[in-house]
């Protein structure tokens, strides 16, 4: 029987003998194997896996992963760097040292997360190669940088870090967004939300924000829901369906719409509706998706659709003016031409272009409205734009 069945298998007698074989021997050839499966298995089996190795190291062999550093997996990082410190400790640290200033970023990146085991004391000397870490292209180095960065307070990061908030690249921002995040720096989230409002990148800037403010006090706030828009909005291109779990999307939708059913709040369950019935109406969306992530999407689903449509609707009109933050989800929802009429006397030329795409969309288009839209409009671009709709 293959030997990564074995140790992923559910037989006791099986994967410990695997796993204190796969230590004792230091079995190179096995671990790799198993980090070429890490994307076809599941994170629970990467998790017992990561336990059951974990289980099988003892002070006379933990050593014997030094051979691992060579193939990089984030399910295994963790669990190697605490076996690493907690039979090596101290002792180890100038060897790990070595590896982080020399290794390649897979080995660089086992020995970042070594490194954030230990007060800060022990690797001050190492904060500049980490901050220069922290910016790498490698996303497992740049992370588990950021996370001994964080763990020590580093203010000389944090403020490269704001300083890209500030940059006129949107990619530079977003940067700056994720590092902010892994520094967990909350007192930057209302900046943060500034740059999430004037992004091309908002989908992607809203999907950090839970890792930095739970999602239920995302909730409470009018700019933390547009983040939950964006995050429903972002599903499954940019996040996976598997993100209803992390974010309990469930008990979110469920305590809005029966404690805090603003005109905000509207607007995310209408435009939630929408996107459950579409990932439950298409089997190619959780085609990879395991048994608990479909059950809580179509259980989400099921949530929803007991929600009233009418209610809902008519608390979302409150966000038809042009300086709303949702205004353009809300848009989606519309269906009445003189709502849509009035919204055309606007000076912003995007939020001219999206009603009269709606328009169009419902057959309901008419030269007055191209008449009324270029009224307000200077930029030829945008008119020809306008004229070619």
Not at 91 to 100: N, R, S, T
Not at 276 to 297: G, P, Q, R, S, W
Request: hydrophobic share 45%; net charge negative; proline share 3%.
């Amino acid at each position: 029987m293959d030997l990564i069945k074995k140790l992923t298998g559910k037989n006791p007698d099986e994967y410990e003998a695997v796993a204190k074989s796969l230590v004792d021997n230091s079995d190179v050839n096995l671990f790799a194997k198993l980090v070429k499966q890490d994307g076809f298995l599941f994170d629970f089996v990467k998790n017992n896996v990561s336990n059951r190795i974990k289980y099988a190291c003892n002070k006379d062999n933990y050593l014997n992963l030094m051979a691992f550093l060579d193939y990089y997996s984030p399910s295994y990082d963790a669990m190697i760097a605490e076996v690493l410190y907690n039979f090596g400790g101290i002792e180890l640290l100038p060897v790990m040292k070595e590896i982080f200033a020399s290794g390649d970023n897979g080995k660089k990146a086992y020995a970042a997360k070594y490194f954030s085991l230990f007060e800060d004391k022990y690797i001050q000397e190492l904060l500049p190669a980490l901050r220069q870490a922290a910016t790498s292209e490698f996303e497992p180095l740049s992370v588990n940088s950021i996370e001994v960065l964080a763990n020590v307070n580093d203010a000389v990061f944090k403020n490269e870090a704001i300083s890209k908030l500030n940059s006129d690249d949107e990619f530079e921002q977003y940067n700056g967004v994720k590092y902010l995040v892994g520094l967990k720096a909350q007192d930057a989230l209302e900046q943060i939300f500034l740059i999430m409002k004037k992004s091309s990148l908002s989908e992607n800037i809203a999907a950090e924000i839970p890792y930095l403010v739970p999602v239920e006090e995302l909730a409470k706030s009018d700019d933390g829901i547009l983040a939950l828009c964006n995050i429903v909005s972002a599903i499954p291109e940019i996040m996976p369906p598997s993100s209803v779990l992390d974010y309990n999307l469930y008990t979110v939708f469920e305590d809005l719409y029966a404690n805090n059913l603003t005109s905000a709040s509207a607007v995310l369950l209408m435009l939630a509706k929408d996107k459950f019935e579409e990932l439950t109406a298409n089997d190619e969306y959780l085609f990879d998706c395991d048994k608990n992530t479909k059950d809580e999407v179509f259980a989400i689903n099921m949530l929803l659709k007991k929600f009233n449509d009418l209610k809902l609707t008519s608390l979302l009109y409150d966000e038809l003016y042009e300086e709303s933050d949702f205004v353009f989800f809300a848009l989606d929802f519309v269906d009445e031409v003189a709502e849509l009429e009035t919204m055309l006397d606007s000076s912003n030329p995007t939020l001219i272009i999206k009603i009269l795409t709606i328009l169009k969309s419902q057959d309901k288009l008419t030269s007055a409205h191209k008449e009324l839209a270029l009224k307000n409009l200077s930029d030829d671009s945008f008119k020809q734009y306008i004229e070619a709709i």
